[in-house]
Structures are given as structure tokens and as C-alpha cells.
């Protein structure tokens, strides 16, 4: 017999649990026998001490199995990627319509915020209209006819995510190998996929900052991952500054917009998805190899499919029907735009990513306590790139503030997370390794 009380003790202690253990625990979140604080110190002892690889697996089994466990019967491969969390990185709004495009099938889904990281549903929701919490058999429909449906874990699927991610969320305990693989893969593997590509994030805006922990996650994703069967890969990728040159929601929305509809446009996460879509693409056998499958991506995107796919899929989802010609209409817009400027000359050498991130938190575009709302229009747009020559009065950033008190702050957190020297830093590699190899 389990109970949640002796389970937390002997994980504080460092003495750990069996794999059963923790399958129950999993599958236990999704119901009353577990209460909010005894996730939430589960979730405190699991970041300080660790599960160990069998507990892992046994939580992440036991989370998948929580809800619905999906099955398609669709005319092409099943593929999906996720993200272990970062600032300004919308990839997945550009991969799943670009996968849609050369003929993959996309059931995405996806997170809301994470501490000081963006979620693509807070994202989408920026969206008039677009309702991200639908059942199955909506699911279904969606991903037939679009190709690509980007939803949130309901109470059917991966229920014991859902809420066991809010309460990490709120109470500072994301940062741990455990708990991100029990959280991305119990939802991934649910979704029934036959294949999927990981983000793994490294730089100083990433849960795992150094190379040695992204590359922890990334083996522990991978064989997890693998071992259950679905095929997986993941690439670790720079996050030491945003991807997209936004970080917000509406904000991070008008960027993949701009990714979308010009071929020229935020060239740095156009980038990154083309390498991730390519690995999958390879993977899965739609194409020869990760080469060939990243031009595939590239095509779809360079000539409007993606986006049109994109449009198709908003629509279906409760959005407007004319979005691919409206959307910079019907984006939310703060009250408040504000210039930052650094007020002496020099090259941007390093930055806070997370403290970024942390900025479009406190702005109100995340959540500090559980149930916060949204702003949606608020964030950080036109972020300066890392070796950006400026002078005094160059902006580095737009803030996108609800009232002048708010934004005043955050010029104040913005330029404080900026770090101006003399010579130009060593360019830092956008995509660092592939696991496996
Ligand atoms: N994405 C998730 O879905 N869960 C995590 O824990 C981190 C990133």
C-alpha cells in the first residue's frame, strides 16, 4: 500500500522510491487521494533529490495513463515536437503547419507558461477566439482537416500533468530532469504519436543553463521516450537570448507572423524550426534525410502552405476565419509602448534570458500565483541580438506595458538584464548537438 505522505519523506531523505511507487503516484494526481500540498512537496523533495531512471519511467507511465490514451487512424505518419521551455521561442506555431504541409498529421499538445518561460497556449490564446481546451473527438476533427490541432491537455488527456504542471508552476520547482520528462513525455506519449522531436533548451533564459544538464535531459527524454515507442530525437539548442526577437503573447504571435509571411523575417527561429523539422521528417521517413527534410520544411514555409495551414487550423479552432489578412488588426495592444536604451555605447555581450522572461511575467503575461489571468498584450518586442553593436540612444527593446508604472519598471529589469562591454562575444552556435548523435 502507497500513501503520498511516506513516499514524500523517503524522497526527502534521498532514499527514493520504486517504480511502482511513483506509477502511483502519477496516476494518483488525477484524483483526491493526492491534495495540492502534497504535489507540491512532492515536486520540491523530486527537484532537490531526484527520482533516479526507474521512478522516472514509473511516474511518467503513470501520468500518461491518467487520462485517455489517443489512437489515430490517419493517411500519414502521427509526429509531433515539444519544447523544454524558453523565452521568445514560438517554434512549435511555425512546425506544426510546416509538418501539416509535407504530410505529416500534428496532435500537439502543449503547456501554458512555465515559471520565466513562454506557453503556447497562453500564446494562442492572444488569439480572438481560439479556444485551446477541447475534447477528443474536436481533437480529431481538427487534426483531419487542418493537419495540425495545437490544444491543451484536457481532463482526458495526461490529466495528472495538467495539474501537476500548474502547481510547479507557482511553487518554483520546474528545474528538475525528473520532473520535465514525467511532464512532456506523459503528455506526448498519450497523444498516441508515432514519432517526436525535442527542444532541449541550454543558455541562461533555459531550466537546464549548462551544456552537462541539457544533455542529461535530452538522454533522459530520448531513452524514455524511446523505450515506451515512440521514435525520438532531440537537438539542444542556444536559449543564452529570445529566439524570436518578441517575448510576450500577442507579441510572440506578430512574430510568427512575420515568420510565416516573409521568408526573411526572424531568421533565427525560422532556423530552428527547420533543423527540428527536418530531424523528424528524416525520422519518420518522409524524408531521406535531415537534409533533405529541412529544405522540405523550409519550402513549406517560403511558399505561404505553412501559413495558410496555420490560418486553417485557427479557424477550425474558434479563431477568425480571415486571419492570415487580419491578424495585425486584431492583436491585442498594450496601453503602454516604451523605448529602452542602454545610455552608453558598446557591444551586448551577455543577457539575463530568464530575467527577460521573468520581465513579461511581472508585466502580466504569465502567472505568479495559480488561476492568475493573462495580459495578453503585454511583453518585450525588437530585443537587440547578443553582439549587437549600440550606442546610447539605440533601443535594445519595446516594452509593452498596461500602465506607466509597470513599463517604468521594466525599462528599469530590461536594461538591467543586459550586459554591454567592449568587444564583440564569440558567436554561440544556434543548435549545439543531437542526441543521439
Ligand atoms: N514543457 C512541459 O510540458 N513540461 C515541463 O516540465 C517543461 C516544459
Redesign the pocket.
Known amino acids: 500500500m502507497s500513501d503520498a505522505r511516506s513516499l514524500i519523506a523517503r524522497i526527502r531523505a534521498g532514499g527514493g522510491v520504486s517504480a511502482d511507487e511513483a506509477r502511483w503516484f502519477g496516476a494518483g494526481l488525477n484524483g483526491r487521494e493526492i491534495t495540492d500540498a502534497q504535489a507540491g512537496a512532492f515536486a520540491m523533495a523530486v527537484c532537490l533529490n531526484g527520482l533516479g531512471p526507474q521512478a522516472r519511467v514509473g511516474l511518467t507511465e503513470g501520468m500518461r495513463d491518467s487520462g485517455d490514451v489517443l489512437s489515430w487512424d490517419l493517411p500519414g505518419p502521427v509526429l509531433d515536437k515539444?519544447?523544454?521551455?524558453g523565452v521568445g521561442d514560438p517554434v512549435s506555431l511555425l512546425l506544426a503547419p510546416a509538418l501539416a504541409a509535407c504530410g505529416a498529421f500534428v496532435p500537439m499538445i502543449?503547456?501554458r507558461g512555465?515559471g520565466h518561460?513562454g506557453g503556447t497556449l497562453d500564446k494562442l490564446e492572444a488569439i480572438p477566439g481560439y479556444v485551446c481546451e477541447v475534447g477528443p473527438s474536436r481533437l480529431d476533427h481538427v487534426v483531419r482537416n487542418a493537419g495540425c490541432a495545437i490544444v491543451g491537455p484536457t481532463g482526458r488527456v495526461a490529466p495528472s500533468?495538467k495539474r501537476l504542471?500548474a502547481i510547479?508552476d507557482v511553487t518554483a520547482t520546474?528545474e528538475s530532469i525528473d520532473?520535465?520528462t514525467a511532464?512532456?513525455l506523459s503528455?506526448k506519449l498519450a497523444a498516441g504519436l508515432g514519432g517526436l522531436v525535442l527542444d532541449v533548451k541550454t543558455g541562461s533564459g533555459a531550466?537546464m543553463e549548462n551544456m552537462e544538464d541539457a544533455t542529461a535531459l535530452a538522454e533522459a527524454l530520448v531513452s524514455v521516450a524511446n523505450d515506451a515507442g515512440c521514435a525520438t530525437s532531440a537537438l539542444i539548442t542556444d536559449m543564452s537570448q529570445p529566439l524570436a526577437d518578441a517575448a510576450g503573447n500577442a507579441v510572440e504571435i506578430r512574430a510568427v507572423m512575420e515568420a510565416l509571411t516573409n521568408p526573411k523575417a526572424q531568421r533565427r527561429l525560422r532556423e530552428v524550426t527547420v533543423t527540428l523539422g527536418g530531424v523528424l521528417l528524416a525520422d519518420a521517413g518522409l524524408a531521406s534525410d535531415v537534409q533533405d527534410g529541412a529544405e522540405e520544411i523550409a519550402a513549406a514555409l517560403s511558399s505561404g502552405q505553412a501559413a495558410e495551414g496555420f490560418a486553417r487550423m485557427v479557424a477550425a479552432m474558434g479563431g477568425p476565419e480571415d486571419f492570415l489578412e487580419s491578424w495585425q488588426r486584431l492583436l491585442p495592444e498594450a496601453n503602454v509602448l516604451r523605448e529602452v536604451t542602454l545610455g552608453c555605447a558598446g557591444c551586448i555581450t551577455a543577457m539575463d534570458t530568464r530575467a527577460l522572461g521573468e520581465v513579461v511575467v511581472h508585466l502580466g503575461g504569465g502567472r505568479l500565483r495559480d488561476g492568475d489571468r493573462i495580459d495578453p498584450a503585454v511583453g518585450l518586442s525588437g530585443i537587440a541580438r547578443l553582439g549587437a553593436r549600440v550606442e546610447a540612444r539605440t533601443p535594445v527593446a519595446m516594452v509593452h506595458a498596461s500602465d506607466e508604472q509597470k513599463a517604468d519598471w521594466a525599462v528599469k529589469a530590461v536594461r538591467a538584464a543586459m550586459t554591454l562591454g567592449t568587444a564583440r562575444p564569440d558567436a554561440i552556435p544556434l543548435i549545439h548537438a543531437k542526441v543521439p548523435a
Open positions: 515539444h519544447s523544454t521551455g502543449s503547456g512555465l518561460t500533468d504542471y510547479r520546474v520532473l520535465i511532464s512532456i503528455k531550466f
